[in-house]
């Protein structure tokens, strides 16, 4: 008996950690490299077939009407979770411009794309969760790389404070 309640529990311990939702999912918000303004919301969120998608919620550049228009010359291929052309789609909260990542650890998703729906650029995209350690990361934060081939670069994206988060509702 002892032995099946053990079983038991670990069998329902790897069950819930299986069913956890991934600390990276969720709302997370971009910034400019240079000036720190607020790009962004995005939700990160695991779709139907297991790829991690990211659509923006909000953006205070952009109206929900805003169509990606810089995207006129873009193909992003088959593993597009969307069909038509890129520059008829709403860039806030109906197109994931970060799609097809792939979980390779908890938090961390690699192998897909992020579009910058902006300059019409498509790059390869790895998102990593790094929860906060008190030093380098004050707090929790989903570091985004975007890359072409070897070269790429590094976004620290954070969790939206309370005051953005009521624009994301409205």
């Known amino acids: 008996m002892k032995k099946f309640f053990v079983c038991a529990l670990f069998a329902m311990t790897a069950l819930a950690a299986a069913f ?3 600390p990276a999912e969720g709302y997370w918000a971009s910034y400019d490299d240079k000036s720190g303004d607020l790009t962004a919301v995005w939700n990160f969120y695991i779709n139907a077939g297991g790829d991690m998608e990211a659509v923006i919620v909000y953006s205070p550049q952009c109206d929900e009407t805003a169509m990606a228009e810089a995207c006129k010359n873009l193909k992003p291929g088959k593993n597009f ?4 052309d890129l520059f008829k789609m709403k860039i806030i909260k109906e197109t994931p411009w970060i799609f097809a990542l792939k979980k390779t650890a908890p938090g961390v998703w690699e192998g897909g794309n992020i579009i910058d729906c902006g300059e019409g650029k498509m790059y390869s995209c790895k998102v990593t ?13 989903l570091v985004m790389r975007g890359s072409i081939g070897p070269l790429g670069r590094n976004q620290f994206w954070r969790r ?3 005051e953005t988060m009521k624009n994301v509702t409205k």
């Not at 979770?81 to 038509?84: A, I, K, L, S």
């Not at 969760?129 to 934060?141: V, Y």
């Open 20 to 22: 956890a939702a991934d």
């Open 81 to 84: 979770p969307r069909q038509g």
């Open 160 to 162: 939206p404070d309370a």
């Open 129 to 141: 969760f790094t929860p906060a350690d008190g030093k380098k990361f004050k707090a929790d934060t």
